[in-house]
């Protein structure tokens, strides 16, 4: 069991400790929130050991060995830094952070204090995405792949009526692509690598930052397509397309179901598993087994695809002049 403590009292905070409890692998030893309150709150919900609302005397708790960030992103790598210095592993929701530079700077205070860093990516951990990538040779020869993440966010009410939710903020660093477009991305990098080319078309908001947008990763022989957004929904299914078949996912964040449709016969198969209701347990479960068996291979593997990540996604916002508060 690894002591946990957690940053923010949104939902996702939440999901996150369920799931962490439901896999038996973290015992919750601390929460921390801006106000004692929703901080006392969540620790008596949740059967919190402690709570804390100042981040510099939780980093020094001796009991807490991992800590799950999930504030708005341009507040992650500051955070990050304080447990990372004091010993702490750190699961930091996505976008992990605002630009490389961040991201870099953070990996190398990891090392230095013998610590992980985890981008927490819900989909690249769970059972779907694992047999998605091992059946890709079914498809022969890739042509293409259209990857839709859209969903209209509640949040954008807000926006329409004249404030800046978090999420559609250039100084907290939100945007579409970064906000839900790293899922799909994600599955790209994990799939077929990093692109040789990238180029994003976006939706820009009066806030400054991508409302919507389409990303376009070049590799050879093939272009994926990234549809993103926060301002309108689809339903559309993500597609492989490949010379000998197509794969059609239900969802890309996370996949939900994998079909497998032949070329020639038309004939169609289902190799897909069905996934756990709190799909967040695996990402709980992968990080955990990493940590205590000290996997650096994984490690190393997941740390290069956040790096990949963050790299298209920086390229994607310079491409269109979309630059976050943290950078002015
Ligand atoms: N994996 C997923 O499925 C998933 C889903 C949703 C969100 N996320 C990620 O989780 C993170 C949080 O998202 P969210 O929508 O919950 O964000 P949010 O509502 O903007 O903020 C989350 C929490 O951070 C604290 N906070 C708010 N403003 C802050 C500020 N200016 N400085 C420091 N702390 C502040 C608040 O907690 P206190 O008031 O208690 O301090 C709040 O509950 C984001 O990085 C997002 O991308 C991931």
Request: charged share 25%; with cysteine; net charge negative.
């Amino acid at each position: 069991m690894i002591n946990l403590a957690t940053v923010g009292t949104g939902w996702i905070t939440e999901s996150f400790i369920q799931a962490a409890s439901l896999s038996k692998q973290y015992n919750l030893v601390g929460v921390y929130s801006r106000t004692e309150e929703k901080a006392k709150q969540l620790a008596d919900q949740y059967e919190s050991t402690h709570y804390f609302t100042d981040i510099e005397e939780m980093a020094k708790s001796e009991e807490i060995e991992v800590v799950y960030i999930a504030s708005p992103n341009s507040v992650h790598y500051e955070q990050a830094l304080t447990f990372l210095k004091n010993k702490k592993h750190v699961i930091c929701e996505k976008p992990i952070f605002s630009n490389t530079a961040e991201l870099e700077m953070a990996y190398q205070t990891a090392e230095e204090n013998g610590v992980y860093l985890f981008e927490a990516i819900r989909n690249i951990h769970a059972p779907n995405f694992h047999i998605l990538k091992e059946k890709l040779p079914m498809a022969g020869k890739l042509r293409s792949a259209v990857l839709p993440y859209m969903k209209y966010s509640s949040r954008y009410d807000q926006f329409l009526q004249g404030e800046e939710p978090n999420i559609f903020s250039a100084k907290f660093s939100g945007g579409a692509l970064v906000d839900l477009g790293v899922y799909p991305l994600y599955v790209a990098v994990g799939l077929f690598g990093e692109p040789k080319k990238v180029s994003y078309h976006p939706v820009i908001l009066s806030s400054g930052v991508d409302g919507s947008g389409t990303l376009l990763l070049d590799y050879d022989g093939f272009v994926c397509t990234i549809l993103c957004s926060k301002i309108v929904d689809s339903i559309l299914p993500c597609e492989i397309h490949g010379e000998k078949g197509t794969f059609l996912l239900g969802d890309a964040a996370p996949i939900s179901d994998i079909t497998f449709m032949d070329s020639h016969t038309k004939e169609r198969q289902t190799i897909g598993v069905d996934l756990e209701e709190q799909n967040m347990i695996y990402e709980c479960i992968n990080i955990a087994k990493i940590i205590a068996d000290e996997n650096n291979q994984e490690y190393e593997r997941l740390k290069e695809w956040s790096k990949i990540v963050l790299r298209i996604t920086e390229e994607a916002r310079k491409q269109n002049n979309i630059v976050f508060a943290v950078e002015k």
